[in-house]
């Protein structure tokens, strides 16, 4: 089983960028579609962005859509969430996410597939 770590949260103003990481332990990481969601206080967890095994596809939330971007590097074993033009609205618990399944194929990977996931990064926007 993979294990994810998040790191990069932290407090930034309104307009202002930040980059999270999720380093994966084990040698299958290549293999793993891998996602990042995010859950504020009071609310359910969300989907944020998700990239493909190689990297060449990505799918995001309308909510992100043109100010973060997802990317990961492969040699080591790390994805991350470059995220631009930050709003108050962004404020939330971010966590990375695998789809453990290396048979499942489905692109975008159904959200219920994510099955492996990190602690969580804490992100405060002030407005």
């Known amino acids: 089983q993979v294990q994810l770590v998040e790191s990069g949260g932290r407090l930034v103003q309104a307009g202002g960028s930040l980059r999270l990481s999720c380093a994966a332990s084990g040698r299958t990481f290549s293999r793993l579609d891998m996602g990042w969601f995010r859950q504020a206080p009071g609310k359910e967890r969300e989907f944020v962005a998700t990239?493909?095994?190689?990297?060449?596809?990505?799918k995001y939330a309308d909510s992100v859509q043109g100010r973060f971007t997802v990317s990961r590097d492969n040699a080591k074993n790390t994805v991350y969430l470059q995220m631009n033009k930050l709003k108050f609205e962004d404020t939330a618990v971010y966590y990375c996410?695998?789809?453990?399944?290396?048979?499942?194929?489905?692109?975008?990977?159904?959200?219920?597939?994510?099955?492996?996931w990190g602690q969580g990064t804490q992100v405060t926007v002030s407005s």
């Open positions: 990239i493909s095994r190689s990297g060449s596809s990505t």
């Open positions: 996410a695998a789809r453990s399944d290396l048979l499942a194929s489905t692109w975008p990977p159904p959200l219920r597939e994510f099955d492996c």
